[in-house]
């Protein structure tokens, strides 16, 4: 299969706690980002990281990514209750201009 | 950034109608549109790829006759749901992009309920 599969499928955990989602794939890549999606919303564009990338930062969120291994991981830190919302990884393969393939996501909960 | 809104955020329709929802890039020219279904608890499902002024290009297994996608001008995309059926009750979401941009824009999305 072409699209990201994620794990876990869901995560629950307690406010102040680390979140760790994986997404691993099978294609070459161009780049892979990371969306953020609330129940029954639009999505949000969280982090980009591209294929000659390691890792990136913005904020509580830090993206690896492992081509080799064809895995990336996000990572929140700190969660708070807000961070509850779904978690997709999302491909895009080089010759498929910006076309994105969507990993199945990660349901996150963060309990106040 | 950049901002995109769809319309109807929901609509109910009864089984063997149509319904068009709109997409709308407000702040930037979207010279790519695309279209995603999304099922409850599931993962978006890319329907179809469209270029302004172009023929939308389809996924495999969704049908063009039923989906009809309508990319006008830069800043309108429509999809029109035809003859509707309990089975098309989905999440419907697009996006724009722009140039080399490799980042997409999500509207937020249209709740379709067939009766």
């Known amino acids: 299969s072409q699209q990201g599969e994620e794990d876990p499928q869901a995560l629950s955990i307690q406010e102040g706690e680390n979140a760790t989602m994986n997404c691993s794939y099978k294609t070459s890549i161009n780049n892979l980002q990371w969306y953020r999606q609330n129940s029954g919303r639009g999505l949000v564009h969280l982090i980009l990281i591209r294929s000659n990338e390691r890792e990136k930062h913005s904020g509580r969120l830090r993206v690896t990514l492992d081509t080799s291994k064809k895995s990336s991981s996000l990572l929140i830190t700190a969660s708070r209750a807000a961070d509850t919302a779904s978690y997709f990884c999302a491909l895009a393969r080089g010759n498929a201009g910006n076309m994105l393939t969507f990993g199945g996501g990660t349901r996150l909960m963060v309990k106040p | 950034g950049a901002v995109v809104s769809q319309h109807p955020s929901w609509v109910i329709c009864k089984s063997g109608t149509s319904v068009k929802i709109e997409c709308r890039s407000l702040?930037?020219?979207?010279?790519?549109m695309f279209w995603y279904r999304q099922f409850p608890k599931q993962s978006l499902m890319l329907m179809a790829t469209s270029n302004e002024g172009s023929k939308a290009t389809y996924e495999q297994g969704v049908e063009k006759d039923k989906f009809l996608i309508n990319h006008a001008s830069l800043t309108l995309s429509t999809l029109t749901v035809t003859s509707a059926h309990p089975e098309d009750s989905s999440f419907y979401i697009c996006?724009?992009?722009?140039?080399?941009?490799?980042?997409?824009?999500f509207g937020p999305g249209t709740r379709l309920t067939v009766l």
């Open positions: 996006s724009g992009s722009f140039g080399n941009h490799n980042e997409q824009f």
């Open positions: 702040d930037f020219q979207a010279t790519t």
